[in-house]
């Protein structure tokens, strides 16, 4: 999200005559978009902010920071940045450079906007897409979930849906230009419409309506989603989703933990029987797909027994890959104020053992792969000499021998040749038809 975000900072920067430079030396305003959701994060502002300030002594430099900030953390920020601004107040973000961050007329205004209206505003600016084969299509912002170790709900605000007839028209421009990758972005995407019902389409509805435009293009693409809820995701959403080969088959869904228990301290509103309905459904309908989560360790009061919960569920559901977190209190989260009881240690060795069996799940996926043919978007040159990076529509990553930048971009055929835990080597197969077929 916050890349999505920086886009649209960019172009609002750039429409004031601002001109990219990609050295942090050489520029004269210099920003943040931070997330208070991991104390890490917020880590690594202060150690930019002061590095940035002691160049001022011999330099004009504008400072700034927007993103997902905690109350208390935004607090800190204002004696620190030049400039501090709800995302949502990206408009107006010119007449607060023009005074640098002074409180001005256009200021005030802003406070008599609630913030539906502000993020209708700040959805019009047209974003500047840093890459030409990728891109990021916000549908949604905020969260209603409140789970007890979140801070979004108090970051982002109430959930708060995007008009759908600009979403369509965004996703058909990017489309209509030869996009390869768009993913639909929310704090909870399937959520979509739920704050505007009988006014606007549902989560299933919007894909539908994305579907069809595939159906209708000429070039491949493939379109994600991040990030759904448990709660919310209903057969109907992956019925549509295994209707349209536009689609992408791969599904991120959160799990946080495989004990109920943990789940209902962690406010999580669904049980891992509903959990496993989910995944149920995924493999019925769309048995290819890839199924990625998340996983908070050591979360307040987690027993060895709520662990091994999670150990199991990791190996049932078969996960492609995990983002495995040991838990922070967040300031503002309900949670903060319960005990972090589980030692650094121990959530440490917790995060180890999954990732261990992670390892185990992806890496049988990935020897199954050896000797079939796969369509990878390359993305990049690969950290091994001679070698292109990319990633199949199940977003698993593929290396292959080349040294053609112009294949960067594209959607090529190649055969896996052999497999680690969470990556595959292949060789790539003829693309002279390549311009062609795209």
Known sequence: MNQSDSERVRRVLEG???????????AGIIGILACSVRQKAIDKVYSKI?????????????????????????????????????????????????????????????????????MSFFWKVKPKYNSNFEAFVPIQNGCDKFCSFCAVPYTRGREVSRPSAEIVNEV?????????????????????????????????QLLEAIGEIGVKSSHRFWV????????????????????????????HLPLQSGDDKVLIRMNRKHSLKKYRESVEAIRELIPQATLFTDIIVGFSGETDEQFQNTRKALKEFDYNMAYIAMYSRRPGATSYSWPDDVELATKKQRLAVLSEDLAGTAGAYNAQMVDKVFPVLVRDKDRKSGYLSGQTEGKITVRFASEDNALIGQIVDVRITSAGNFSVEGELLEVSALMDRE
């Open 50 to 118: 002061s590095a940035w300030n002691r160049r001022k002594d011999r330099q004009n430099l504008i400072t700034f920071i927007s993103g997902c900030i905690l109350p208390a953390d935004k607090e800190k920020f204002l004696k620190l940045f030049d400039i501090v601004f709800a995302m949502r107040e990206l408009p107006q973000f010119p007449q607060m450079m023009a005074h640098y961050g002074i409180t001005t007329p256009a200021g005030l205004e802003r406070d008599n906007l609630n913030p539906k209206e502000e």
């Open 224 to 251: 994600y989603f991040t990030s759904p809820h448990p709660r919310d995701m209903g057969r109907e959403v992956i019925e549509v989703i295994a209707r349209y080969d536009c689609l992408a088959k791969q599904i």
């Open 16 to 26: 004031m005559g601002a001109q990219w430079t990609d050295s942090e030396e050489e």
């Open 172 to 204: 058909q421009s990017l489309v209509n230009k030869g996009y390869k990758s768009i993913t639909l972005l929310g704090q909870n995407v399937n959520s979509y419409g739920l704050d505007k019902k009988g006014k606007e389409i549902n989560f299933a």
